[in-house]
């Protein structure tokens, strides 16, 4: 059973001009604001070193979640991994002289939508969990303060703060590409990504209607949805993809849906 986390709100700690935002943050997300650490409080965001973070506490330390486009692994494959044959791209359907337009419907910290839009898709990443989309929104917003990564969020991704199976039930908007990354148990197992993992399990758990989101997707996708999965996991609601493409930890199970 997921134990849901406390999350406040802490402003003491920010300029005037961040706990302004600080403070229309808590309101926003509906959550309480503290000004002085509170041990009711399992997670708190705060904004430090110009951005905002979230802490939660390990024993004595603290461990600290913030995303990152401008150092850091997501950094790292804008700068040095722009083939378009690697396997997230290809499982999206990203060809020489084509880029499909991609709802990112699990966005979380925004990484696989952001090797999608450095790529040249148009990508809408949507997120339901109130604090990873405040995080990512962060991200972004000082991305968009970087010269060389302002023009791929600019011009190339949106964020909305939504249940990707209502959006796609009712909005009018369609893509080509439904990319799905859903909550699964094993992940990689470098220590950035077990703490960032370990950190988005406490706060959003395990997603448990990720077969309704995918019916969703199927459903809406002009052609195809790419579900990435565990390499040793079967395929989501076991539903037989039309092609599967293989990562080093994990896979894509691609569905072309005008076949289907
Ligand atoms: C494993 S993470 C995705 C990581 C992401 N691909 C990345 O590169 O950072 C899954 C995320 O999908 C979100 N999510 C799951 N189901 C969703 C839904 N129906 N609508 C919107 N977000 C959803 C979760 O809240 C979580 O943040």
Same mark, same amino acid.
């Given at each position: 059973m997921d134990i849901k986390p406390q999350i406040a709100v802490r402003a003491d700690i920010a300029t005037p001009e961040t706990a302004s935002y600080l403070f @229309?943050?808590? +309101?926003?997300?509906?959550?309480? %604001? /503290?000004? @002085?650490?509170d041990q009711r409080f399992s997670h708190v965001l705060t904004y430090?070193?110009? &951005? %905002? +973070?979230?802490?939660?506490?390990?024993?004595?330390?603290t461990a600290s979640l913030t995303v990152d486009f401008l150092s850091g692994p997501a950094n790292y494959? =804008?700068?040095?991994?722009?083939? /378009?044959?690697?396997p997230l791209a290809r499982a999206a359907g990203i060809k020489r002289g084509y880029r499909p337009a991609v709802l990112d419907g699990t966005a979380g910290f925004g990484e696989d939508g952001f090797v999608l839009a450095t790529l040249g898709c148009r990508v809408m990443m949507i997120e339901r969990s109130a604090v990873i989309w405040a995080l990512l929104a962060d991200g972004i917003s000082r991305a968009r $303060?970087? +010269? +060389? !990564?302002?023009?791929? =969020?600019?011009?190339?991704v949106t964020l909305k703060l939504a249940d990707t199976i209502d959006y796609l039930n009712f909005s009018e908007s369609s893509y080509d590409t439904v990319y799905l990354d859903p909550m699964y148990p094993s992940r990689p197992k470098s220590p950035l990504n077990k703490l $960032?993992?370990?950190l988005l399990r406490e706060l959003v758990g395990d997603d448990y209607d990720c077969s309704e989101l995918l019916t969703a997707a199927l459903d $809406? @996708?002009? &052609?195809? !949805?790419? !579900?990435?999965?565990?390499?040793?996991?079967?395929p989501l609601d076991q539903r037989t993809p039309s092609y599967t493409v293989t990562a080093k930890s994990s896979r894509y199970d691609v569905y072309l849906t005008p076949y289907l």
């Open positions: @229309a943050l808590a +309101e926003r997300l509906n959550l309480p %604001l /503290i000004d @002085a650490p430090r070193n110009s &951005r %905002l +973070e979230l802490d939660s506490q390990e024993g004595s330390a494959r =804008f700068r040095h991994d722009r083939r /378009i044959n690697q $303060k970087n +010269e +060389e !990564v302002r023009q791929i =969020f600019d011009q190339r $960032k993992m370990r $809406k @996708a002009r &052609r195809r !949805v790419a !579900v990435k999965r565990p390499a040793k996991a079967g």
